[in-house]
């Protein structure tokens, strides 16, 4: 069974930094992308930023410029670096893994349980 463990959640205030860890523990897995969501009180889930294995990233435009992803493919870890945080950044995060059960090339799809991350301006 495949878990999403994420980490490094708190409160900062605004101007600050914070980095969020997503580790993937369990086998027979091939995470093809990982990536950060985040959902704010009485708003929908959004996507944040997502890394491909290759490397290829894509950015929300409300953080590009101050987040950056990165993955750690050996380690099975995604890290999202969050700097000039802002009031509006103030929300659950959470890790999310898009991939492949191996040997059997099945779709999977697995979520963290969500780090909270508060803003005070």
């Known amino acids: 069974q495949v878990q999403l463990v994420e980490s490094g959640g708190g409160l900062v205030q605004a101007g600050g930094s914070l980095t969020l860890s997503c580790a993937a523990s369990?086998?027979?897995?091939?995470?093809?992308?990982m990536g950060w969501y985040r959902q704010a009180p009485e708003k929908q889930r959004e996507l944040v930023a997502t890394?491909?294995?290759?490397?290829?990233?894509n950015y929300a435009d409300s953080v590009k410029g101050r987040f950056t992803i990165s993955r750690d493919n050996t380690k099975k870890t995604v890290y999202l670096q969050m700097n000039s945080l802002k009031s509006d950044d103030t929300a659950v995060y959470y890790c999310?893994?898009?991939?492949?059960?191996?040997?059997?090339?099945?779709?999977?799809?697995?979520w963290g349980q969500g780090t909270l991350v508060t803003v005070s301006s």
């Open positions: 890394m491909t294995n290759g490397g290829v990233t």
């Open positions: 999310n893994g898009v991939g492949v059960v191996i040997p059997t090339y099945r779709y999977l799809e697995a």
């Open positions: 369990g086998s027979g897995v091939r995470f093809d992308t």
